[in-house]
């Protein structure tokens, strides 16, 4: 186990470098306008955390040790359907439960 002095190293250290990256953009930049690339680049980044977050509890779940789970990768097939399908987000996590649930259930 990590000591009690190490782990709170660990997250003042994770806090502090999470107020500078912050403060690179707010404080630095905050006042002048931002290059149209930057921009561009910026509007996926709420795209992307999500799938980072759902992709290793897709494959790789801890409740079934580690092991790939048909049923999860089913949901996640019909999440990612609905959700090009309709354009909607709360129609595609809802699609996703509704599968998942179903299928657990099923012989």
């Known amino acids: 186990m990590i000591e009690q002095t190490e782990i709170w190293f660990v997250i003042v250290a994770l806090g502090i470098?999470?107020?500078?990256?912050?403060?690179?953009?707010?404080g630095f930049i905050g006042d002048r306008p931002m290059p149209p690339w930057l921009l561009r680049h910026l509007r996926y980044t709420a795209v992307t955390v999500l799938p980072a977050l759902v992709a290793p509890l897709v494959v790789w779940p801890a409740a079934n040790g580690g092991e790939t789970d048909p049923m999860r990768v089913l949901a996640a097939a019909a999440t990612l359907f609905i959700g090009f399908w309709t354009k909607n987000v709360i129609a595609a996590m809802g699609s996703g439960a509704a599968v998942l649930l179903v299928a657990h259930y099923l012989p």
């Open 17 to 26: 470098g999470s107020f500078l990256l912050r403060f690179l953009f707010l």
